[in-house]
């Protein structure tokens, strides 16, 4: 059984895939508390669901593209399961983590969506850098950047780890903190090879509306 925060039909917000229509499966619990985060309901808030009852709601959309997001879906080891029948049954699958915990036993047909949280979200002690070794070149990491320290720390980190060679790159900034100008200012300044994105969800509905 997985608990499941929501299920929902909406934009895909972020990522090489943005705007396309995906279905999103929302797992309970995370083991982080990012000074940003904007999913707090989803720590504790959910109900028991076996993968094939995940499974049979996801297919009501009549949607081949599905995200496991969260919450931190690998809290939950069953995720692992869940990714694998969804892959197996035909559906494309995405995974957004993290990053603190491990990826290196997910099915290799999910495309992950991963974190590497900067200083400000508070977190940085629970990076797992090993996981960089484990990311596929069509895999993508996320750098959420709320202050120029952060933007700093994002290109210490891209250089240090030779991330450019070894997967697809996303810089945005934490909403109403930084703003996107300032940004791609410095982006473009340095030259840096990285995919700057808005949370396209946050402009389409309210920045705080749930289950989009
Ligand atoms: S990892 Fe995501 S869900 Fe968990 S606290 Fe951070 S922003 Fe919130």
């Known amino acids: 059984m997985l608990k499941i925060n929501e299920i929902y039909y909406s934009i895909q917000g972020e990522g090489s895939k943005v705007g396309l229509p995906c279905v999103f499966v929302r797992l309970t619990f995370c083991n982080l508390r990012c000074t940003y985060c904007?999913?707090?309901?989803?720590?504790?808030?959910?109900k028991d669901f076996s993968i094939e009852e995940i499974i049979q709601e996801v297919r009501k959309y009549n949607c081949s593209f599905v995200e496991l997001t969260g919450g931190e879906p690998l809290v939950q080891e069953e995720s692992l399961g869940l990714m694998k029948q969804l892959a197996d049954s035909g559906f494309e699958v995405l995974l957004e983590t993290s990053g603190s915990l491990p990826i290196k036993n997910i099915d290799l047909r999910v495309k992950i969506i991963m974190d590497l949280k900067t200083p400000s979200s508070g977190m940085l002690k629970k990076n797992m850098y090993e996981n960089i070794g484990c990311l596929k070149k069509n895999d993508e990491v996320k750098f959420v950047i709320g202050s120029r320290e952060d933007y700093l720390w994002s290109k210490d980190i891209i250089e240090k780890y030779t991330l450019n060679n070894?997967?697809?790159?996303?810089f945005s900034v934490v909403f109403g903190k930084l703003l996107p100008v300032e940004l791609v200012n410095w982006i473009l300044e340095d030259k840096l090879n990285v995919r700057f994105q808005l949370q396209l969800h946050k402009f389409i509905w309210k920045p705080e509306e749930r289950g989009v």
């Open 38 to 46: 904007d999913t707090e309901y989803a720590f504790y808030e959910g």
């Open 166 to 170: 070894k997967t697809e790159i996303l």
